[in-house]
């Protein structure tokens, strides 16, 4: 069964560093996000993804992140300089029909 | 006033209990109610969803809404140990005409099914 893969599992970075957040969605689906879960909070979305352009984002979703999909097959979030509170599990999701969204691993950032 | 409120529980229940999960929501125009799996550590894992209101059943599992009430609810028959993980709702918050949508989380409900 096809599903969302994501690398690296875990990615450790100092403050203030850049870090990218790869993707790999499921190949036929049109639709791509970004949510992101700080440690026992709720899953919070971050941003939308279709037809080469961001289709809707949160307040979250500030002038430090952007996303990316420099080819046909990956996505990517990039946080340009990291804070702590940017410590969370980041979800990249896909879909086809935009209620089904299918959910990766996700990637455990971790700030210092 | 919060989006989607889902008790956290814990709930612990026997082995084949049925389990009632349930949410409420404050916007009356959504139209796509959602519920996922969450094992620790792991993404979620979209279990089925429901268009308005009414019944949907897969296998073990039933989704209900009842929008007069935004109440949505999860029942799981025969609870198995497997079933233990955190289980979310989530709701649709449609844009562009209701042609794409993110979804807004409940924070989950943590079970966990006893032998």
């Known amino acids: 069964e096809p599903e969302v893969t994501q690398t690296p599992s875990h990615q450790v970075t100092q403050m203030g560093q850049e870090v990218i957040l790869r993707c790999v969605p499921i190949?036929?689906?049109?639709?791509f996000y970004w949510y992101r879960q700080i440690l026992g909070q709720k899953v919070e979305f971050l941003v939308s993804?279709?037809?080469?352009?961001?289709?809707?984002k949160s307040e979250i979703f500030d002038d430090q992140f952007s996303v990316e999909r420099p080819d046909g097959s990956n996505f990517t979030l990039k946080i340009r300089s990291t804070k702590l509170e940017d410590s969370a599990m980041y979800f990249c999701?896909?879909?086809?029909?935009?209620?089904?969204?299918?959910f990766g691993p996700g990637t455990r950032l971790t700030v210092t | 006033q919060k989006e989607v409120e889902q008790d956290p529980g814990p709930l612990s229940v026997p082995e084949g209990a049925i389990v009632s999960l349930n949410c409420t929501y404050s916007?009356?125009?959504?139209?796509?109610f959602m519920w996922y799996r969450q094992y620790s550590r792991k993404g979620p894992e979209l279990l089925m969803y429901?268009?308005?209101?009414g019944n949907k059943e897969d296998g073990r599992f039933t989704a209900q809404v009842d929008k007069s009430s935004k109440y949505i609810s999860l029942f799981i028959r025969d609870s198995q140990p497997s079933d233990s993980a955190t289980y979310l709702c989530?709701?649709?918050?449609?844009?562009?005409?209701?042609?794409?949508?993110?979804?807004?989380f409940g924070k989950g409900t943590k079970l966990s099914v006893k032998p």
């Open positions: 999701a896909s879909s086809t029909l935009f209620y089904e969204q299918y």
């Open positions: 190949s036929n689906h049109l639709y």
């Open positions: 993804f279709y037809n080469n352009e961001i289709s809707e």
């Open positions: 916007n009356s125009a959504f139209q796509y």
């Open positions: 429901t268009y308005s209101s």
């Open positions: 989530a709701i649709l918050s449609e844009n562009y005409g209701g042609s794409q949508g993110n979804l807004i």
